[in-house]
């Protein structure tokens, strides 16, 4: 690529996420999207905002064991979508969110997909 | 700001012909970089099984101590991978769909004598 | 204070073109809430990256929906190749922006073709496919599919347009303009589609920006944000501008659609005039290592592909936030206060395509 934009990630941690979510609000941003990625012991859930074009991120880790996240709902309405999704997908339990599903976001066959028999990578 | 703004182009599609193909009785000639289905040059294969590890889906299987060499016509996605990966260049993409059909069946090929090793052509020549 | 019932609203239904389900709970005919929920094509594709390395990937991508397929295949190239650190020939880039442009006035033309179909008006839904048939069958001369392009890979595109093809494709786009611009007074000035559209499903620039609307939903209310501002492809070498609208009904967001097929059109021909001459790819060694997001302008709105490698030749992560997702916060707080016939007008004016939504 020509242009490499400079995507930031700043690490925080869970119990600063509604204020730091309100302090990009209040600046202007908007929300782009919210993501979790499954590693071996830790799930990494970051959340990414835009203002005209500047993008920046900010990451949470949590471990397996401790999957519970506050919402952003406050700030952003529009995270209702994402939060749900991780709720279903990866299993994090979400507090004060704003429309939960508890769950029933996706109609799915087995609980929490993303989490069961992750591949080494073998074809 | 009007009424029936469209008039003029229903007009214009009453009174001529009308836009479709005649399907069947006319068929489209189809495109010579539409990628429609796979084939094969037995003849020339050398049997190496890189069209089978390149397939996304898995759609062909080569066995080389038989000589055969199948696809699935049902599975293959038309990527082309295959093509491009063949050393000898055997595979090649024809430009007709595959037909429809009620059962999904292996389209299997299998080679006579093998092509002849280029090391022996070199001593020939 | 009138009797609530609660109407279920998809996942069949003729207006739609993936299946969506929204529970409308409505008081007589005024919808008061609507509680969407999705699922129904859900195939967990985000996580075939486990298994199928990054070279393959890019089939799957293109394989996300039919509609957006090339623009997908695109994104997910640009971003492992940013991880790979790899830079693609000019040439490349150009086919890439020809061929995304055409996508982009396919997929608009079938919005426009369905959107008429929402409001009963058949026979312009008729015509716009009839429109259409011609860009698709430009695409299958090019690319070798008429839906799933096939021609993008890791590292540049799979195969070349010649020059001469590219010349004929300009003397061709010019015939499909003018019968472009026959449809284009209806949408734009026709009582019957103004009736049904202006006034309907209003969103506010404030609104439209704080819910994370995307796309045409959000240039219809105001905001220029347009992501092939950032210069991906050959979009820096070319002119144009974003296309707005200010009145954030169903009307303005159409409006912004008819207003893109002209300047992809645009963009086409300009894209064949400056072509460079050159290869159209370039070797690939290596396997990705750190993470990038790549963002782009599908039809529907700004797309964000997330990968993660970590120097293996599968990636770790591969996540896709499609526009439609963004849209859908903002279609629920559209349909508050909307009469119950205009709810598949409303719905369809996000432009939804659920199996880019659900992966």
Avoid at chain 1, 48 to 66: H, P
Avoid at chain 2, 31 to 59: L, V
Avoid at chain 3, 188 to 199: A, E, I, P
């Amino acid at each position: 690529m020509t242009m490499i934009e400079p995507q930031p990630v700043i690490a925080i941690d869970r119990a600063d996420l509604p204020e730091k979510a309100k302090e990009f609000f209040v600046q202007g941003y908007r929300l782009v999207q919210i993501c979790a990625t499954n590693g071996d012991s830790t799930l990494e859930v970051t959340y990414s905002f835009d203002r005209d074009y500047a993008f920046t991120n900010m990451r949470v880790i949590l471990q397996k064991d401790d999957t519970v996240l506050p919402s952003i709902t406050g700030s952003f309405l529009a995270a209702f979508t994402y939060e749900n999704e991780l709720q279903d997908l990866f299993g994090i339990k979400i507090t004060d969110l704003a429309i939960n599903y508890n769950g029933n976001f996706y109609k799915m066959a087995i609980k929490t997909p993303f989490l069961v028999n992750k591949s080494s990578g073998a074809a | 700001m009007g009424n029936f703004i469209i008039a003029k182009i229903i007009a214009r599609s009453v009174l001529s012909r009308f836009a479709t193909r005649l399907y069947p009785f006319e068929k489209r000639a189809p495109y010579a970089a539409t990628r429609g289905h796979i084939e094969n040059e037995i003849s020339r294969c050398i049997m190496c099984g890189i069209c089978q590890k390149k397939c996304p889906t898995h759609a062909i299987t080569v066995v080389r101590a038989e000589r055969n060499w199948a696809i699935e016509p049902m599975k293959c996605i038309q990527c082309g991978e295959c093509v491009t990966a063949c050393p000898v260049k055997c595979l090649s993409m024809a430009n007709t769909y595959s037909a429809a059909s009620p059962t999904k069946e292996t389209i299997l090929l299998h080679q006579e004598t093998p092509p002849p090793k280029p090391g022996a052509a070199k001593q020939e020549a | 204070m009138g009797t609530r019932t609660i109407i279920p609203f998809g996942p069949q239904h003729p207006v739609l073109p993936e299946p969506i389900h929204l529970d409308l709970v409505l008081e007589d005919e005024k919808v008061v809430e609507a509680l969407p929920s999705v699922g129904f094509v859900h195939r967990g594709l985000e996580r075939l990256a486990e298994v199928k390395d990054f070279h393959e990937l890019v089939y799957v991508a293109e394989r996300i929906c039919g509609i957006c397929s090339f623009i997908h295949g695109q994104g997910y190239c640009q971003g492992v190749e940013t991880l790979l650190n790899i830079e693609v020939p000019a040439r490349a880039k150009y086919l890439r922006t020809i061929w995304a442009e055409l996508s982009r006035i396919h997929s608009h033309i079938l919005w426009l073709g369905l959107f008429a179909d929402a409001f009963g008006f058949e026979s312009l839904f008729m015509h716009c496919w009839r429109v259409r048939e011609k860009i698709v069958d430009i695409i299958e001369a090019t690319a070798g599919g008429r839906v799933i392009f096939g021609s993008c890979k890791v590292g540049g595109a799979r195969r070349d347009i010649p020059n001469d093809v590219l010349k004929g494709i300009k003397a061709e786009l010019t015939t499909i303009e003018a019968e472009y611009n026959e449809l284009k007074p209806t949408f734009l000035h026709d009582n019957s589609v103004k009736r049904r559209t202006v006034g309907i499903g209003t969103l506010s620039k404030e609104q439209a920006y704080a819910l994370g609307a995307v796309g045409p939903t959000l240039r219809g209310s105001g905001v220029a944000s347009d992501l092939r501002t950032l210069g991906y492809a050959a979009y820096k070498d070319l002119q144009w501008e974003p296309v707005v609208e200010h009145g954030g009904d169903c009307y303005s967001r159409t409006v912004v659609r008819v207003r893109e097929v002209t300047m992809s059109f645009d963009l086409i021909r300009q894209a064949i005039d400056k072509i460079p001459e050159g290869p159209v790819d370039v070797k690939v060694t290596g396997n990705p290592t750190g993470e990038f997001f790549s963002r782009l302008e599908q039809p529907r709105g700004e797309v964000v592909y997330y990968v993660k490698g970590n120097n293996t030749k599968f990636l770790e992560r591969f996540r896709i936030r499609t526009p439609t997702f963004a849209n859908i916060a903002p279609l629920v707080v559209m349909l508050k206060g909307c009469e119950l016939p205009d709810v598949p007008v409303i719905v369809l004016t996000i432009d939804p395509c659920i199996s880019c939504t659900e992966r």
